[in-house]
């Protein structure tokens, strides 16, 4: 039983194309969060969601756009994909709490673009 | 942001102790300290967190000092299974009490038979 599922697992693409990775929980947790992964291996966060509410958004293009339709699921659509933005994207999900930083991570997209 | 520093690589054997030791002068008041541990192909897992002193569970145990500026992830007895990357965070907590995540470079533990 998969606490954190992403899908899909790889996705290769070309330049220019839109598409989207789906991320959802299913352990009650408050936060869920997208990180970055890049081919040196640091660890970026992208974006946090708290109940539904964008809380954390870092410098990402705005070719990228998260969406929580409800608590469990936060999906990551990516517009006109360029090659840089090859990478591992991880979603994350965590309790809300003050002194709780116990993240549980999916199995990541890796995403390759042509 | 507390910004952490790790060493890059570390290599042991396996039935040795090994220590990560993760520098993070800048730590504020509110923030805790977290390991995660990361394999190929796989998302990070948690290790273990801490806020001062010693902290110990069934997989590692991690020593913070009084001044809170450092602190050290000690692996009982690895094993090859223990290879992996290994993230010391340091948490920042946010408004609304959710926490923001910030993952150093980590350090790859290459553990030989």
């Known amino acids: 039983d998969t606490a954190v599922s992403q899908t899909p697992k790889y996705l290769v693409t070309q330049m220019g194309n839109d598409k989207s990775i789906k991320c959802e929980q299913n352990l009650g947790h408050d936060t869920m969060y997208w990180y970055k992964q890049d081919s040196k291996k640091f660890l970026k966060i992208m974006f946090s969601y708290n109940n539904k509410e964008l809380i954390i958004n870092e410098t990402v293009p705005n070719r990228f756009s998260p969406k929580s339709p409800d608590k469990a699921h936060l999906n990551l659509h990516i517009n006109s994909l360029e090659l840089g933005d090859s990478a591992v994207y991880f979603c994350?999900?965590?309790?809300?709490?003050?002194?709780?930083?116990?993240?549980?991570f999916g199995q990541g997209t890796r995403l390759t673009v042509v | 942001l507390a910004k952490t520093t790790q060493p890059i690589s570390m290599d042991s054997y396996e039935g040795q102790e090994v220590n990560i030791t993760c520098s993070h002068n800048n730590i504020a008041t509110n923030d805790y300290i977290t390991w995660y541990q990361q394999f190929p192909s796989q998302g990070p897992r948690f290790i273990i967190q801490g806020y001062k002193t010693k902290v110990t569970n069934e997989v590692a145990s991690l020593f913070i000092p009084a001044d809170r500026k450092s602190s050290t992830l000690s692996l009982p007895r690895v094993s090859l299974s223990d290879t992996a990357v290994y993230y010391c965070?340091?948490?920042?907590?946010?408004?609304?009490?959710?926490?923001?995540?910030?993952f150093g470079s980590g350090t790859r533990l290459l553990v030989r038979p």
């Open positions: 965070l340091v948490g920042a907590l946010l408004m609304d009490s959710s926490y923001k995540l910030i």
């Open positions: 994350a999900s965590s309790p809300q709490g003050r002194g709780v930083t116990e993240a549980f």
